[in-house]
């Protein structure tokens, strides 16, 4: 069983910058896949971000050289870095994590769910 938990969300200007973190309970953490992912209002959830047990790292077209996601498997946390922020980032983001799977951009590949936490870019 994995619980993660979520932090960093807030109310941003575009241009603008936030770091979220994810902290995740388990002592396997560092074999899971890790993924960020995100929902705005009336539209399905987006994967943004993952990265693998290997360092393996996977972007969304839309936010590749905006976004950065991280690992540190002592702390067992996940973080994402976004800069140059736009209107268009807001969204309620996820952190997920994958034991097994290779389909690192589909949310049912993901066991496990954090509760989320809100970003918005106002223009």
């Known amino acids: 069983q994995v619980q993660l938990v979520e932090s960093g969300g807030g109310l941003v200007q575009a241009g603008g910058s936030l770091r979220l973190s994810c902290a995740a309970s388990?002592?396997?953490?560092?074999?899971?896949?890790m993924g960020w992912f995100r929902q705005a209002p009336g539209k399905e959830r987006e994967f943004v971000a993952a990265?693998?047990?290997?360092?393996?790292?996977y972007y969304l077209d839309s936010v590749k050289g905006r976004f950065t996601i991280s690992r540190d498997n002592v702390k067992n946390t996940v973080d994402l870095q976004m800069n140059s922020l736009k209107p268009e980032d807001t969204a309620v983001y996820y952190c997920a994590a994958a034991r097994y799977g290779s389909r690192y951009s589909e949310s049912t590949t993901y066991a496990y769910w954090g509760q989320g936490t809100q970003v918005t870019v106002s223009s």
């Open positions: 990265i693998k047990w290997s360092g393996q790292l």
């Open positions: 388990g002592r396997t953490f560092s074999s899971y896949t």
